[in-house]
């Protein structure tokens, strides 16, 4: 182990800058898609299409788990002195 560089916290820095730059936007843009899912390419089709039960329920789980980070980052913030 170098003296200067850690590694062992180095991985865990990346692992979690990773999940939470990229992966907590990555599900909110997932359930934001899965409330507005793709139109029709049928002309017929007046009515703009509706999210259903399951694409409502993936896009409130995707928003609770994108919450909950909030919360617990604040948490964590606010609980270090």
Do not use: E, Q, Y
Request: aromatic share 6%; proline share 7%.
């Amino acid at each position: 182990m170098n003296s200067w560089i850690n590694l062992d916290a180095l991985w865990k820095i990346i692992v979690v800058g990773v999940l939470v730059g990229a992966g907590l936007p990555a599900l909110f843009a997932i359930g934001v898609r899965a409330l507005n899912p793709p139109a029709r390419t049928d002309r017929a089709a007046a009515t703009p299409p509706a999210a259903g039960p399951i694409g409502c329920l993936v896009a409130a789980v995707c928003f609770a788990v994108v919450l909950a980070a909030i919360g617990w980052g604040v948490s964590v913030i606010v609980s270090h002195r």
